[in-house]
């Protein structure tokens, strides 16, 4: 089993930056893809970006220029860098891994953004 736990989450003001963390527990091995998610009340959950275990980066267009996804394979750690925060960028990230044919998903941490 595998346990993802979010963190870094919070209330911040418009333009501010935020380094979210998503850290891996359990039987994780080494093979494994981490993806940041994002979901507001009433809206789909939508990607943020993905990483592999190399560190290859895959960005949804609309993500691409102020976040920035990165790991650290010791720590089983994947952290989003998020640049000059706006309000729309309030929403509940979840932190998703996928292992084979296996996926789990963290809890989430909430990001607020005061205009």
């Known amino acids: 089993q595998v346990q993802l736990v979010e963190s870094g989450g919070g209330r911040v003001q418009a333009g501010d930056s935020l380094r979210l963390s998503c850290t891996a527990s359990g039987r994780t091995g080494e093979d494994y893809a981490v993806g940041w998610y994002r979901q507001d009340p009433g809206k789909e959950r939508e990607l943020v970006a993905t990483?592999?275990?190399?560190?290859?980066?895959n960005y949804a267009d609309s993500m691409k220029g102020r976040f920035t996804i990165s790991r650290d394979n010791a720590k089983r750690t994947v952290y989003l860098q998020i640049n000059s925060l706006k309000s729309e960028d309030t929403a509940v990230y979840y932190c998703n891994l996928r292992q084979f044919a296996s996926e789990y998903w963290g809890r989430g941490t909430q990001v607020i953004v005061s205009s």
């Open positions: 990483i592999d275990r190399a560190g290859s980066t």
